[in-house]
Structure formats: C-alpha cells, structure tokens
C-alpha cells in the first residue's frame, strides 16, 4: 500500500509540474483572453453575432453585410475587437462569405477540428476571445494556398483612414 500512495504521489507531482510549465509558457495574449458568461456575451452581441461567435452557427450565403465589401481596412471580430484579417488579404471566392488567404498575424486566430454534420473540417476562432469566425480550407488563392471562409457577423469593419486618424492620436 505504502509503495502505491507514494506512485500516486509521484504521478500527482508531475502531471502538477507539467501544468505549472505549461502555464509558466503562456503568451500575451492568453494573458489577454476575453472570458465572459453566456449572459454577458448576449449582452454586448446582437442575436445573430451571438449565435454565430457562440453557438458556432452560420450566416446564409450571399446574405452578409462584408462579402461583397471592398474598402481597404482591418476586419476585426465583433466580440472583443482583435484585429482578424486585412482588406489586403480579402478575396472573391465566390462562395458567398467574406475570404481571406491569411490572418492579421499568426497570433490572430486558431483552428480546431471540426466533424460535426459528417464533414472534416478546420473550424476558425478569435485566438483572443474564441468566438466561432468559420472555417478554413486549402483551395485559397496564393501565397498561402488557404481560404478563410468567414461569417460577416462576426467581423467588424475598421477603415483604413479611420486607423490612420486613430494611430495620430495616440502619438499625440
């Protein structure tokens, strides 16, 4: 008995010090992470963004205020305000929903599998807050060969001049 509890002891140290580890190697923005309850998230979402960026659901094609916008600026998610994609990397993929070839930067978003409805797919989150974007496929335009296939509510739209005028003030 006296040799089990001390393998236990020994199991229970270690998975401890490999999650302290783990938790001593987070970034900056896992430091930043937006958590709120259901009923906060319905407090600053419209219903639709809601369903979308929290149960995961999806707009109807050729329905979404950005999938046939053409202004140059920052698309940032509805929920918590990250900077998402560039205009710069916005494309007609013809499918109805607003595409991109790649993010703002590496940090933006995250994929994760997704299987549900019989399909193998890469479902698209805000790294900072991990509401539902979409999802992503391999027959994008190059560089990158992707196509992030994103719902319009649940982006924000920043134009460019609008960021030029905003970035003035801070350096004042």
Not at 113 to 141: I, T, W
Request: with cysteine; net charge positive; aromatic share 12%.
């Amino acid at each position: 008995m006296k040799n089990f509890l001390s393998c236990v002891f020994i199991v229970f140290t270690l998975a401890c010090n490999a999650q302290t580890k783990e938790n001593s190697n987070a970034t900056a923005s896992d430091k930043d992470k937006v958590v709120k309850t259901p009923k906060e998230w319905q407090q600053c979402l419209s219903p639709e963004q809601y369903k979308i960026l929290r149960e995961k659901g999806t707009e109807r094609a050729f329905t979404g205020k950005y999938y046939d916008h053409h202004e140059k600026g920052t698309y940032t998610c509805a929920a918590c305000k990250s900077k998402l994609f560039s205009s710069n990397t916005k494309f007609d993929s013809g499918t109805g929903w607003p595409s991109y070839y790649q993010p703002f930067n590496k940090n933006a978003v995250k994929t994760k599998a997704d299987n549900s409805y019989g399909m193998q797919r890469l479902e698209v989150v805000c790294a900072k807050c991990d509401g539902h974007l979409g999802h992503v496929f391999e027959d994008g335009p190059a560089p990158t060969g992707l196509r992030y296939c994103i719902n319009s509510a649940s982006l924000d739209f920043i134009k460019a001049e609008d960021e030029k005028k905003n970035e003035g003030k801070k350096e004042n």
